[in-house]
T-cell receptor, first 122, second 112 residues
Framework: DADVTQTPRNRITKTGKRIMLECSQT?????MYWYRQDPGLGLQLIYY???????NKGEISDGYSVSRQAQAKFSLSLESAIPNQTALYFC?????????????????????FGDGTRLSIL | EDQVTQSPEALRLQEGESSSLNCSYT??????LFWYRQDPGKGPEFLFT???AGEEKEKERLKATLTKKESFLHITAPKPEDSATYLC?????????????FGTGTSLTVIP
């Protein structure tokens, strides 16, 4: 079984619909992330969460919201989907205990990714 | 402006033909540089973390190095199974807080 599971794997929907993408992990990591990947733009950070009560905006959070329901679950919502949100979405986790000793505790550690959700908005 | 640039965008190598991929960065206060491999239809897979200039990491045919302005991923005697997109990411700390940036990747094809 995958350590980081994203559902659904594929979704086609219409403009204006509310959509939720879900991510669950069995790695026991405190930190979770949501990214989108577009051709030619690379991965862009949408939101990240260092624990259940610590949620932060990334570089492209407008139009998105998140919910950290538990240590193992982190959901991404599009309240009113628009076509330019068509992309490949990835969830990732990381373990702060893998940080180099002495490094800023809010530093990013190596991240473990799910296999993505391909979202198309018509 | 913080930026991460990878080159070349695409690289085709014959099996056994060694080469290097480049990741150049302009960020304020590098906290860490990460290399990932991404196969089609899959999420990125972590390869290496480098934290300071002069640091090197190796794994099988791959070796990552870091200077104050760039990182190289050296591929020695590549095999077809090394074909993938290789992504570089950096963590920087601008005045407003920690930020994390990915490059757009290098697509590597190794021909038997």
């Amino acid at each position: 079984d995958a350590d980081v599971t994203q559902t659904p794997r594929n979704r086609i929907t219409k403009t204006g619909k509310r959509i939720m993408l879900e991510c669950s992990q069995t790695k026991g990591h405190d930190r979770m992330y949501w990214y989108r990947q577009d051709p030619g733009l690379g991965l862009q950070l949408i939101y990240y969460s260092f624990d259940v009560k610590d949620i932060n905006k990334g570089e492209i959070s407008d139009g998105y919201s998140v919910s950290r329901q538990a240590q193992a679950k982190f959901s991404l919502s599009l309240e009113s989907a628009i076509p330019n949100q068509t992309a490949l979405y990835f969830c990732a986790t990381s373990d702060p205990r893998s940080a180099v000793l002495g490094l800023n505790p809010r530093a990013f550690q190596p991240q473990h990714f799910g296999d993505g959700t391909r979202l198309s908005i018509l | 402006e913080d930026q991460v640039t990878q080159s070349p965008e695409a690289l085709r190598l014959q099996e056994g033909e060694s080469s290097s991929l480049n990741c150049s960065y302009t960020v304020s206060g590098l906290r860490g540089l990460f290399w990932y491999r991404q196969d089609p239809g899959k999420g990125p897979e972590f390869l290496f973390t480098l934290y300071s200039a002069g640091e090197e990491k190796e794994k099988e045919r791959l070796k990552a190095t870091l200077t104050k302005k760039e990182s190289f991923l050296h591929i020695t005697a590549p095999k077809p199974e090394d074909s993938a997109t290789y992504l570089c990411a950096v963590q920087a700390k601008p005045n407003t807080g920690n930020q994390f940036y990915f490059g757009t990747g290098t697509s590597l094809t190794v021909i038997p």
